[in-house]
């Protein structure tokens, strides 16, 4: 008998735990020749309701493993960096644990990058997105002072490695904490060209989704916009199985399961065209050789006042004049100089004021 499909209705918010609940059922009692695929139709959309996007500051020789547009999970990699060799034969004289700290300017156009001695003391409250000028001390002991005017954009602890060479100069290696190997380097170690200081560090996805590489010249930037998937039908899970007395209540004593969508009593399946939609919904069969792109769930309208919260405009406010959901962007009427100057904006740039 061939399996057809059916509508469950759940308990609100329960639909992925009844689906997973299910799958589990059925791989236990091995019970796939009567309860087939269950599904839960949904899209993916960017979540402009999160104010922040994931940065990740790489080096310009760095190895991209993603580019611009590509949807990522949570733990993909994204990015690696060369490993670090030795330059001139030597002796390691110092290894000391410092903190960087990676300024921008506002406009994005111009970083520079401090190593603060831990033993210096870090200023407290320095963090990402803490904004930052001229002048203000980095560390405690006021001998690192930031240069200029910007954004903590990366705060990270590495070791800095001085070798001294055969001629007593001194060549300085900064190497990220994670990938410092205390057995390959050591004080007094004599080392020599090319010998291996350290591997590449690996940057992996801290959430899921859509990638925007920048290639700044002196520096690399991948920035992950957060997304989120939205339920086409709310409360319903679809099913595909064989409808007998055994499996309507192997179906139907789930936990969280509310019961079929019937009439009369009796569970009805859906027609075969209202069964293409839903697989075609959640990405299935026909639409398995295409990615389904991510839908821009906008809460921006025309005439809005929005919030600029990045960018060379950064705390302007303006109105906004047009939408333009493909490209993921606002054309914003800002008054600058008392004049109105349209401006160009990515979505994760703005924020709605109420």
């Given amino acids: 008998m061939r399996k057809k499909w059916y509508i469950l209705q759940t308990m609100s918010g329960y639909e992925y735990a ?6 589990n059922k059925v791989e236990a009692t091995g019970a796939h020749h009567l309860v087939g695929r269950v599904v839960i139709p949904e899209e993916v959309v960017l979540d402009v309701s999160s104010k922040s996007s994931d940065r990740y500051i790489l080096s310009p020789n760095a190895k991209l493993h993603v580019s611009s547009g590509k949807n990522v999970e949570k733990g ?3 990015a690696e960096e060369p490993p670090i060799h030795v330059r001139r034969h030597g002796r390691i004289d110092d290894i000391k644990n410092v903190r960087k700290i990676v ?3 506002i406009d994005r156009k111009y970083t520079k990058t401090y190593y603060v001695p831990e033993s210096a003391g870090v200023e407290t409250g320095l963090k990402i997105g803490t904004r930052v000028r001229q002048g203000m001390p980095l560390s405690r002991d006021g001998e690192y002072i930031c240069e200029l005017d910007g954004r903590i954009v990366e705060i990270a602890k590495m070791k800095r490695v001085t070798i001294k060479a055969k001629d007593d100069e001194e060549d300085i290696y900064h190497i990220p904490l994670e990938v410092f190997n205390r057995n390959l380097v050591r004080k007094g170690q004599e080392v020599k060209a090319g010998d291996l200081l350290a591997e590449g560090k690996k940057y992996f996805a801290k959430t899921s989704g859509k990638v925007e590489v920048l290639d700044l010249g002196t520096r690399k930037e991948i920035r992950i916009l957060k997304t989120k998937k939205k339920r086409f039908f709310p409360g319903y899970v679809f099913v595909e199985m064989i409808m007998n007395d055994e499996t309507y209540q192997f179906v139907r004593t789930v936990p969280n ?3 079929f969508v019937s009439v009369g009593g009796q569970p ?6 209202e069964a293409r939609a839903i697989l075609r919904l959640a990405g299935l069969e026909e639409y398995e050789e295409k990615k389904k792109p991510i839908k821009v769930e906008f809460d921006f309208n025309v005439g809005d006042t929005v919030k600029i919260i990045s960018g060379p405009f950064e705390d302007f406010a303006g109105i906004v004049k ?3 959901p493909e490209k993921q962007e606002l054309k914003v009427s800002v008054t600058i100089f008392g004049r109105e100057t349209p ?3 990515h979505v994760s740039e703005v924020e709605k004021i109420e």
């Fill in 268 to 273: 009805i399946p859906l027609r075969e065209r």
């Fill in 103 to 105: 300024i921008e300017t």
């Fill in 18 to 23: 009844v689906k997973e609940n299910l799958e």
């Fill in 76 to 78: 993909e990699i994204l």
């Fill in 322 to 324: 047009e939408i333009d």
């Fill in 257 to 259: 399961v509310i019961g």
């Fill in 343 to 345: 401006v160009v904006l």
